[in-house]
């Protein structure tokens, strides 16, 4: 760097983020330039917030912000003058690290002589300004497969080569994006020099580099508050809870790979108009095509490489044809390339998750949709064929054990049950019944070989009554009912168990599975709270079998008593200053609904997006089986459709009061 | 200033046929046929056997831009004339109020033109006549330099079109209320070294076509343009002639109309005082308004000396198509200097129903169109009237005087001279042919 | 002139039919290109540049405009016989171009409403492209035709390689570009997605949709765009169609896509009845 030698730190490299007010920017913009760096950032043209050369910070899209949705894109007037309160635009870095058309080799032919020279450019030195982590991420790919070898796309290589990169973490998503889907953002992780989040008291600088040390030195900025700083975790956090994790991310390439001839392709062909236009806004999209510009006597060549497309009919064409010649073909070479093959091609999809596609698609396809479609999350596990289903009908069982778990919770142990309740799955439950009182939803909290365990708190007169029975008395049951953990999703990966209070019990048939074949999961940690320790639940297992097996207890209490030296807390306490990585984890939550979308939110701070996460929701039953109403919860029958469900499943239905 | 002395008359021969089955190095397709019986005159004609093309009806049912568009494609020498006043006559039916600079941008659109159209026309068509080469591509062989030099300022003017319409044939951004796209200044400030080269090459040009021996003629034309009292004429003013006619450009009608004849496929324009033929283009233009030309262009016609000639000697009007290169040019380069963006590109506008008419003066002349247009601001009658539909008559009675003046000659020198009067006009029959005058009864 | 040792030049002819003359006129505006060309080619008849004529042979003919005439008609049929390689140049030429919207309409009406003596008037009822008459070896698409495509044919044939004329969509090259999409960041229609690549999107670089002057591409999913015109986005049916009414109309699938939204727009399609000015003339012409 050519500037003048920086003064010596005044603070530790480690001090945290600086902070910058919004005019600051100026600076930063004449550190980049005076280091002879064109400086790339953003700033408004035709309609749009696209990337331009920037030489002034009155070039920034200063209170502009946009408004998109498939197939659309508009500017907006924000309320406020943030810099970076935009979402990303039609341009990408990829337009300066590997240009839509380049010269790479000159080529001259003479009296029968040819020679070649390759073209090696002199590419400017770059700074990228306002970058989000989605684009980095998107270099990321494209260093993997421009110069990840064994070949190396030698103009790529010498343009990526000295980079610079002052990024923007999220604190806008737009409905098109879905980073936190495939893991590439909203936070900036790493690939930057500099990192900014931008909030409303102005722009916290953090380097990331030795080159981002020394630019942030020379600015000489202060150290941001506490405040300021919880600020932006909490700006960027919301933007990840925003974007929720739109896609199924985990098994997809298996479910698209296994579809070749969904009709959904056709489907889509005669939306598709072929134009290419998603290929060309990819940020990752490297297909191209060597084009020759030569003097009229072709004695004197150039040859160029340009950007082609999938889309394109001649793309796949040799002698007799094109390999491609249907719409449909050409659609799901892109979708699968993206989602799909590109993982055995390079390790990684081949989307970051930008929403470009879908924005900038003429006709507004939606990629998300159409994998959606074409490649369904598994569908809930099959209803087993339930006993007693019909709205006059209880299978009747025994108590043979009963079991004080707490002051107000007991469990009963049932049996001489028809043999068909042992098929249930863990979460489902059973319409309990004893002349005389309503039906009640109670969750199954244990399988047995001859039957099965109900956990109940008395929290009214008829499940007071059920806790009082003895050994002998006899219940009428009709079950197992409704959908179940997808415990076939979360084998191999890593499962969060959130819950509180009687919450446990719908959840102890996972533990049991767990412990059953613990191999089969990766690791596993249960979070579990109470008003009290003396209300904690199922204590043996607690503190001894579920550690023993290798999952991770952790427990806290909402007041503890003296004989309690554990944490106190809200649930989600828990796990704030764990250092799991959410971005392969499942999670499974059960407790009071206010409690479950706290949870859920710090979840998706954690990298869990909605895909992954899963409720069990309660609502007032009488059937069970989807005839009398009473648990709809919009278009869903809790009952039947659920009581599990994951977030995506649910959209903003999910905490929505009034329900 | 020379003029070419005239053989002495010979005997006149007493029965001849002149014909050119089709006219060359001019725009589009039509024929010259001039018959001699006992020494008289009795046929002399400009055919035009043109393919039409129906450009007024097609243009029924289209809404005022799709317009625009459509009828550029009449010429693809001057579309720019064709939009121009096609987007004036709407932009005034409408009551459209636009930016200043979007007034300027027009009138740079239009020196970039005339740039195109009269380089193209005195370098590439009619400097080979004057030289006696078949073709400019011919005359490089000797005069490559001067050919060069000659394709350089026409692209001079050729990038300005493509710069402020996307393409210098048929260009894009021309909108109802303004542009589609303005410049920046930045874009425009590189087009001016090449535009000042420009200026200096047609200086010279003028110059040199000054200097060539023009054949004799003489015949005194009515000269019909537009003229305004502060601008050479481009989008704006009143038509007047050499005769006192001074209306309003949407009272054409008033005192022209065209007429069909046997053996066109367009139209002919006349007075309907009877007086008939009439001459449009630069010769009117520098006559009626030279007054108004850029101080540069004046100062090459004064020196030029071809002031009068040009109004009397049809073969001179290359030197008045030189002065027009260089006001061009010269024009070309203040309103760059003088540029500041258009704070409201594009004024947006609602239509009205009414009369739509507007003319505006194409490289070759006056150019007039009269839309019908109903309250949703689709056309609904449309009249076009290209200048050379009006020159038609001028150039056929030219035609007469000049073969007088070439019947000594032996024949096929005097057909080259009559052919070269005729290219002196620099006619464009792909206009002429595609202006039908249509009326749609609605009932 | 030139390379001493160059082979016998191709013979060429520039020859127009129905049209504005503005695809001659690009390779006019080859400019400091077009001197070159002249050497590497042997210009044979192109009368719009040249008073030199020639029937030909020709190696190369470039067709510029429609065939809309009986003379013209003949006249094709004739020139293929004396070409080698007939190249069609602009929407005219290929497409039938502007002029082919009267095909919609009833010819003898339109003429007789047009002409106060139509029987002065030959013309053919139909604007057609080149390639419906004889057959067609290349072709320049556009109205008018690119430059740089222009001189990539003419490199191509000096050497005698394929040309490399890209079969992709406008969109494509507006991205390469760099220009903002209209149709997504405006709500314009744009054509650009059904239209063959080649000028550089011109349109939606000066902010506009694209009016489809290289036509349709290949396979254009016209279909398509217009239900996304018109059921997601809400236009009327008939206006969406008369989108694609332009300088390709005649072009398949445009072609059948206007039919099956209502037509071509009024002007072009109707019988017109003799109007009473157009009376009023043939009166006065009779009367002469
Ligand atoms: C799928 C599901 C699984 C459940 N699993 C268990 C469990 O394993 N252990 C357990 O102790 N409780 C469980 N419950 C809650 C249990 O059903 C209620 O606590 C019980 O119905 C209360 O009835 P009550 O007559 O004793 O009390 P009430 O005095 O009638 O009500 C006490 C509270 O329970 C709610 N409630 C009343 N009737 C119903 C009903 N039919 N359905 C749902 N809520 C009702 C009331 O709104 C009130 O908030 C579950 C509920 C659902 C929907
Ligand atoms: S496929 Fe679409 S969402 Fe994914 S990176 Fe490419 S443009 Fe962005
Ligand atoms: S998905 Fe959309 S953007 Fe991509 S080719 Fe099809 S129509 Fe064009
Ligand atoms: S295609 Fe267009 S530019 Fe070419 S001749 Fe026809 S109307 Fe003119
Ligand atoms: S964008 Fe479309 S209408 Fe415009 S020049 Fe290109 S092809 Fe023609
Ligand atoms: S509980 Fe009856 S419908 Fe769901």
Redesign the pocket.
């Known amino acids: 760097m050519v500037m003048t030698p920086p003064p010596p730190a005044p603070l530790p490299a480690l001090a945290g983020p600086r902070f910058l007010s919004r005019d600051g920017i100026q600076p930063l913009l004449d550190l980049l330039r005076a280091d002879g760096r064109r400086v790339i950032g953003p700033t408004v043209a035709d309609g749009a917030i696209v990337m331009d050369e920037i030489v002034s910070a009155d070039q920034l899209p200063r209170g502009w912000g946009d408004d998109q949705a498939p197939g659309r894109y508009r500017l907006v007037r924000r309320e406020d003058d943030r810099l970076f309160g935009y979402n990303l635009g039609p341009s990408s870095p990829k337009a300066w690290t590997f240009p839509s058309l380049v010269p790479i080799s000159r080529a001259t032919r003479s009296e029968g002589k040819v020679t070649f020279d390759p073209v090696l450019p002199e590419p400017p030195k770059i700074a990228f300004l306002g970058i989000r982590a989605c684009e980095i991420a998107a270099l990321r790919i494209h260093d993997r497969v421009l110069q990840g070898g064994p070949f190396v796309d030698t103009d790529y290589a010498a343009r990526r080569a000295d980079t610079l990169i002052v990024a923007v973490g999220c604190t806008v998503s737009a409905p098109t994006c879905f980073c936190t889907s495939m893991g590439s953002g909203p936070e900036l992780t790493a690939g930057h020099d500099l990192a900014i989040v931008e909030t409303e008291d102005g722009l916290l600088v953090e380097a990331a580099t030795p080159a981002g040390e020394t630019l942030l030195a020379a600015l000489a900025a202060r150290v941001a508050t506490p405040e300021e700083r919880a600020r932006a975790t909490h700006e960027v956090a919301a933007t990840r809870a925003r974007i929720g994790d739109p896609v199924a991310l985990p098994g997809l390439k298996e479910r698209l790979l296994a579809q070749p001839d969904h009709p959904r392709w056709a489907e889509v062909a005669e939306r598709c108009i072929t134009c290419g236009s998603c290929t060309s806004v990819c940020p990752t999209c490297f297909c191209t095509s060597v084009t020759q510009t030569t003097d009229l006597a072709g004695a004197d060549v150039v040859m160029n490489r340009t950007w082609d497309s999938c889309f394109s009919p001649s793309f796949a064409k040799v002698a007799g044809g094109s390999f491609r010649s249907r719409p449909r073909d050409r659609y799901r070479q892109w979708l699968t390339h993206k989602l799909a093959t590109w993982e055995d091609q390079f390790g990684t999809p081949g989307c970051v998750g930008c929403g470009r596609c879908v924005t900038w698609c003429p006709v507004g396809i939606d990629l998300r949709e159409e994998a959606a479609a074409i490649a369904p999350v598994r569908p809930p596990e099959p209803v087993i064929a339930p006993v007693a289903a019909t709205p006059g009908a209880f299978a009747v069982g025994r108590v043979s054990a009963v079991r004080s778990e707490t002051a107000d919770t007991t469990t009963l142990a049932i049996d001489r049950l028809d043999p068909a309740f042992a098929a249930g799955r863990p979460g489902q ?1 059973a319409m309990v019944d004893l002349p005389g009182f ?1 039906p ?4 199954i ?1 244990r399988f047995t070989a001859d039957g099965l365990v ?4 008395g ?6 009554v059920l806790c009082g029975l003895q050994p002998g008395d006899e219940v009428g049951l009709r079950g197992p009912l ?1 959908t179940a953990w997808p415990l076939d999703r979360v084998a191999g990966r890593d499962l969060v168990i959130v819950t509180g209070g ?1 919450g446990l ?2 959840l102890r048939p996972v533990l049991d599975a767990v412990v059953a074949d613990r191999e089969r999961f990766g690791s596993v940690r249960l979070y579990y709270g109470a008003r009290t320790p003396a209300d904690l639940l199922f204590r043996d297992e607690l503190e001894g079998i579920w550690p023993h097996a290798g999952i991770e207890v952790a427990l806290t209490v909402d007041r503890a008593g003296s004989d309690w030296s554990g944490p106190v807390g809200v649930v989600t306490h828990l796990f704030d200053r764990a250092t799991w990585d959410g971005s392969a984890t499942h999670a499974f939550v059960c407790g009071p609904e206010r409690m479950m979308q706290a949870t859920v939110a710090a979840l998706a701070a954690r990298g869990i997006g909605a895909a992954r996460t899963w409720v069990t929701l ?5 059937c069970g089986i989807g005839l009398c109403g009473h648990c709809q919860m919009g278009s869903l029958f809790i009952c039947k459709d659920g ?1 599990v469900f994951s977030i995506a499943q649910l959209g903003d239905t999910f905490g929505r009061e009034g329900i | 200033m020379t003029e070419r002395p005239t053989p002495t008359p010979a005997p006149v021969p007493e029965d001849r046929t002149y014909a050119v089955g089709e006219l060359t190095r001019v725009e589009g397709e039509g024929s010259l046929h001039l018959v001699v019986r006992g020494g008289e005159i009795v046929e002399a004609r400009l055919g035009i056997f043109e393919a039409p093309r129906y450009f007024e009806a097609l243009v029924v049912d289209r809404t005022p831009d799709e317009v625009i568009d459509i009828v550029a494609r009449i010429c693809g020498i001057c579309p720019v004339a064709y939009q121009m006043s096609a987007v004036h006559a709407f932009e005034d039916l409408f009551g459209v109020a636009i930016d200043p600079s979007v007034r300027a941008l027009r009138r740079l659109l239009y020196c970039g033109e005339w740039i195109e159209s009269h380089a193209l026309h005195i370098w590439l068509l009619h400097a080979p006549d004057f030289l006696g080469y078949p073709s400019a591509i011919a005359m490089a062989a000797d005069h490559r330099e001067r050919v060069e030099a000659a394709l350089r300022a026409k692209k001079a003017g050729n990038d300005l079109l493509r710069l402020l319409g996307g393409r210098p044939i048929h260009p894009v951004s021309v909108r109802v209320g303004g542009w589609s796209r303005a410049p920046r200044r930045s874009e425009l400030l590189a087009l001016r070294p090449a535009l000042a080269d420009g200026l200096a090459i047609a200086q010279e040009t003028t110059r040199f076509v000054a200097s060539l021996p023009m054949p004799a003629f003489a015949r005194e034309p009515r000269l019909v343009s537009l003229r305004h009292p502060d601008e050479y004429p481009f989008n704006h003013g009143r038509i007047v002639s050499s005769d006192g006619i001074d209306i309003p450009m949407a009272d054409w009608r008033s005192i022209f109309e065209e007429h069909q004849v046997e053996g066109s496929n367009a139209l002919h324009a006349r007075t309907l005082d009877g007086k008939g033929a009439y001459l449009l283009g630069p010769a009117a233009r520098v006559t009626l308004t030279g007054g108004t030309l850029h101080p540069l262009a004046r100062e090459a016609l004064d020196q030029s000396g071809f002031a009068e000639l040009i109004r009397t000697n049809i073969y001179a009007s290359i030197v008045a198509r030189g002065v027009e290169l260089i006001h061009a040019y010269a024009e070309a380069l203040d309103l760059i200097d003088a540029y500041v963006p258009p704070s409201v590109p594009l004024a947006a506008w609602e239509p009205r129903a009414g009369v739509a008419a507007w003319a505006t003066e194409a490289p070759r002349g006056l150019l007039f169109h009269r839309y019908v247009v109903d309250d949703r601001g689709r056309i609904r009658e449309a009249q076009i009237v290209p200048p050379t539909s009006q020159n038609q008559a001028a150039i056929e009675a030219d035609l007469v005087v000049a073969a007088r003046e070439v019947l000594a000659l032996p024949h096929a020198e005097a057909t080259h001279r009559l052919e070269q009067m005729i290219r002196s006009y620099d006619p464009c029959i792909s206009c002429a042919t595609h202006f039908l005058d249509l009326t749609i009864d609605r009932a | 002139m030139a390379s001493s040792a160059a082979p016998a030049r191709p013979r060429v002819g520039v020859v127009k039919m129905a049209s504005c003359d503005g695809c001659q006129l690009t390779i006019l505006d080859l400019e400091e290109r077009l001197l070159d060309v002249t050497e590497r080619f042997e210009i044979l008849d192109f009368p719009e540049a040249s008073s030199a004529r020639s029937a030909g042979p020709f190696d190369v003919l470039f067709i510029e405009g429609s065939i809309s005439d009986p003379h013209q008609a003949e006249r094709i049929v004739e020139l293929r016989a004396r070409t080698r390689y007939l190249v069609t140049i602009g929407a005219c030429a290929t497409a039938g171009g502007i002029q082919a919207l009267r095909n919609w309409g009833d010819h003898a009406a339109f003429r007789d409403a047009v002409y106060a003596r139509p029987e002065w008037v030959a013309s053919l009822d139909r604007s057609l492209p080149v390639a419906d008459l004889v057959p067609v070896d290349a072709e320049l698409r556009g109205c008018p035709i690119d430059p740089d495509q222009l001189l990539e044919l003419l490199a191509a044939l000096a050497t005698g390689r394929r040309p490399q004329l890209r079969d992709e969509s406008v969109c494509q090259e507006c991205k390469r570009r760099g220009a903002v999409c209209v149709a997504v960041a405006k709500g314009v229609p744009c054509l650009g997605q059904v239209t063959q690549g080649g000028c550089g999107a011109i349109c939606p670089r000066y902010g506009r949709g694209c009016y489809g002057c290289f036509g349709p591409r290949e396979g254009a999913n016209v279909d398509g765009l217009l239900r996304h015109l018109t059921a997601d986005l809400g236009h009327d049916p008939a206006e969406a169609g008369r989108l694609l009414a332009g300088f390709t109309a005649w072009a398949q699938p445009f072609r059948s896509a206007i039919d099956a939204t209502g037509g071509a727009p009024e002007g072009s399609r109707r019988s017109l009845p003799m109007a009473p000015e157009a009376a009023r003339r043939a009166a006065q012409e009779g009367a002469r």
């Open positions: 439950f309503p009640l939803p109670i969750s909290s109900l956990t109940i708190r929290a009214g007169p008829a499940t007071r409704g009687i019990a719908p309660e609502r007032h039953m009488e009581p």
